[in-house]
């Protein structure tokens, strides 16, 4: 081989990558996301050993059930260019009025579909205000987090514990592979999130939200059905932060009304993290999914350290910064192509 | 008359009369308001005194939201202050000296200023969506706050710092005084120099603006760092209130409660056009509100209801397609009468 045949391969090389870039530049943020995921999981191993072990990693995943739910809800929104704010207390207010129907002795086959069903409605309620009634997303969805916390305080001002064993069963059981566990809750995150993706992916309506969020005028010149999708997200969200109640509660072991305060930010955070624009168009539901592990494992490597949890504000402020820093760049550079 | 109601101001004024009326029906004794030892007292006293801290936030998120923008760090950096500030005084040999809390409100309305210049900088300078770039510090800010105390709810007992709170200068409460500086100060500035119309031209289209020479950058920059500041100063009021500085309890939802009172007094949230009178009144709108509650015996923690009940009012009266509703059965019943009216035309 002569030197001129090293220099063709070298350029051919560099030509796919460029290529290979240019075509899934949606997707380097995400796999930004799974490189610090790694880093970070290999970092934490090195430093203290005995990081990498099945139980700690089956505990991460179902630490944050809740937050993945959540997470998968928050990327339909955030896609099609809007945000919801409402879904930390929307989750509050599913997961008390779980407890206390429960408490007073309804099945959780009447509960469980009815705290969904609640968490949809206030979804609704955003939706048209977003999309018939021309309220910013910030706006409606401010209105829904107020009115489902407030709501969550009418219902109990104090905790209110679970004995149902149906729903216990969501968190005590663990199924093992060994030193591998994983509980029904962690089930229903997992399957959450693929249902999610699969959406996203794969069908009309997922396809849809991408439009809505790339260019809502054009994708109304398609003749894309963009009120009903913009509807959707909502209560997609919603539903999920119904479900996400669920999933705290049988968690927690109790509905509390305080739950989630603040929780919007960190699954913002995470959705940012895992590679979805703010402004809409772009997203991956797997990539909110790593962003949430992401956020998961600094909780973890700072309990680890025994450092002030005040820490994982401040990290995953930092992250987040870094974030939409580089994003803002890739953003700059493409339309400076154009 | 039609002036009187078409007048930006009406609809807010309306709402906030109604509101005290309302009040005084219920309670007497609402409008009552006691001298002891030369000291005003009564619940529109109270009214007053404890709208200091939103009044504050309120007024620089006004400007914020001219500019396009929107500030959610501001509860964040209101812990920040706070913190700093009881730390400070805290450490010192001799709490109770004035100028040892002169020195460490100074100290925190700085570290304030420091962050709203920060979000100034992600904002004007790195052109990040305002919403996001102010989101890093709320989710840092609080963390940051509750290192400077360790974790700990750090109470002090100053009284040149109580003062700021609960004090009375010309048998008025000293919070008002700070309220009405801050009113008076941003009103002068905005409307007697050409800052204010340049902000509404920036808030209205950045880029055309920055075209026909204005500064667009350097006047968003400016509207952050004089709302971290305004927060880092209802931080203190706000600790000095409580006699603690509570990294998580301070300033929570404030950013909300400020964004209302901004959309109350009839400040749109796409940016442009802006008035600092319909943002006072707003704050006292919702001063009032929690008064009323307070008086109802509702918990303040079920509040939140009835905000929410108020923030789907305020955007379903704002709303085009309300207008176009309320227009087409406003229409509707003048062509019917105008039909009736031809009608006994035709019959005489």
Redesign the interface.
């Known amino acids: 081989m002569n030197a001129s045949t090293v220099t063709a391969t070298r350029e051919t090389v560099s030509r796919h990558t460029r290529t290979f870039l240019d075509r899934h530049a949606s997707l380097m943020p995400t796999f930004a996301a799974v490189l610090i995921f790694a880093v970070l999981l290999i970092g934490a191993q090195i430093h203290f050993g005995t990081f990498l072990t099945p139980l700690n990693m089956s505990a991460l995943l179902l630490d944050n059930a809740y937050l993945v739910i959540l997470a998968v809800g928050m990327t339909f929104v955030i896609v099609t260019g809007g945000i919801d704010l409402s879904v930390g207390s929307v989750m509050a207010l599913t997961g008390i009025w779980c407890a206390d129907l429960l408490a007073s002795g309804h099945s959780a086959a009447v509960v469980v579909p009815l705290i969904i069903l609640a968490g949809a409605a206030i979804g609704l309620l955003i939706g048209v205000l977003v999309q018939y009634f021309d309220v910013q997303p910030f706006i409606a969805s401010l209105a829904g987090l107020f009115l489902a916390r407030g709501l969550a305080f009418v219902v109990s001002l104090d905790s209110i514990r679970v004995e149902n064993e149906s729903v216990l069963w969501l968190q005590t059981t663990r199924w093992r592979l060994g030193e591998w566990y994983i509980t029904p809750t962690g089930v229903l995150a997992l399957s959450v999130a693929l249902i999610g993706a699969f959406v996203m992916q794969f069908t009309r309506f997922g396809r849809t939200v991408y439009a809505v969020g790339g260019n809502e005028q054009s994708a109304r010149l398609m003749g894309l059905d963009v009120a009903r999708t913009k509807v959707a997200v909502y209560v997609i969200s919603g539903v999920c932060a119904g479900l996400a109640g669920l999933v705290l509660t049988a968690y927690s072991g109790a509905g509390y009304p305080r739950n989630g305060i603040g929780t919007e930010l960190d699954v913002i955070a995470a959705v940012v993290i895992g590679g979805t624009l703010l402004t809409g168009g772009t997203g991956y539901v797997l990539g909110s999914l790593i962003g949430v592990l992401v956020f998961g494992t600094i909780k973890t490597v700072i309990s680890f350290m025994g450092a002030e949890q005040a820490w994982t504000r401040i990290i995953i402020g930092l992250m987040l910064l870094m974030f939409i820093v580089v994003q803002r760049a890739i953003v700059v550079r493409a339309e400076r192509r154009r | 008359m039609t002036k009187v109601v078409k007048h930006r101001l009406f609809w807010p004024a309306f709402s906030l009369v109604a509101l005290i009326v309302l009040n005084t029906v219920v309670r007497p004794q609402f409008m009552k308001i006691t001298v002891r030892d030369g000291e005003l007292y009564g619940a529109l006293i109270d009214i007053l005194r404890n709208s200091a801290p939103l009044m504050l936030v309120a007024l620089g998120m006004t400007i914020v939201i001219a500019t396009r923008g929107?500030d959610l760090s501001v509860g964040a950096v209101m812990a920040v202050s706070g913190a700093v500030t009881l730390t400070i005084i805290d450490g010192a040999e001799d709490p109770g000296s004035t100028s040892t809390v002169l020195v460490a409100m100074a100290v925190g309305t700085g570290v304030a200023l420091l962050l709203g210049a920060w979000n100034g900088f992600?904002v004007a300078v790195?052109?990040?969506?305002p919403?996001?770039?102010t989101?890093?510090?709320?989710?840092?800010?609080?963390?940051?706050a509750?290192?400077i105390t360790d974790?700990f709810i750090t109470t002090v007992n100053s009284e040149p710092l109580e003062y700021v709170s609960t004090g009375y200068l010309f048998a008025l409460p000293f919070a008002l005084f700070i309220s009405v500086a801050a009113i008076t100060a941003i009103s002068l500035v905005e409307r007697r120099t050409a800052l204010g119309v340049l902000t509404e031209a920036v808030g209205i289209n950045p880029e055309a603006s920055r075209l026909a020479g204005v500064r667009s950058r350097g006047i968003t920059f400016g509207a952050y760092v004089l709302s971290g500041t305004l927060a880092g100063v209802a931080g203190i009021i706000y600790s000095s209130n409580i006699r603690a500085a509570d990294?998580n309890a301070a300033g929570?939802f404030i950013e909300?409660y400020a964004?209302?009172a901004v959309?109350l007094g009839g400040t749109s949230?796409?940016g442009g056009k802006f008035t600092v009178a319909g943002t006072v009144i707003g704050v006292f709108i919702i001063q009032t509100l929690k008064s009323t509650m307070l008086f109802l015996g509702v918990?303040s923690?079920?509040?939140?209801?009835?905000?929410?009940?108020v923030?789907?009012i305020v955007?379903?009266i704002q709303?085009?397609?309300?207008h176009r509703i309320a227009r087409g059965l406003t229409g509707g019943m003048r062509s019917r009468n105008l039909s009736a009216h031809s009608d006994a035309e035709v019959a005489a």
């Open positions: 929107i992600l790195l052109d990040i969506q919403i996001v770039a989101l890093v510090l709320m989710l840092a800010g609080r963390g940051v509750l290192l974790g990294a929570e909300l964004i209302l959309v949230l796409v918990p923690a079920q509040s939140p209801v009835f905000f929410a009940a923030v789907i955007v379903l709303s085009p397609r309300v």
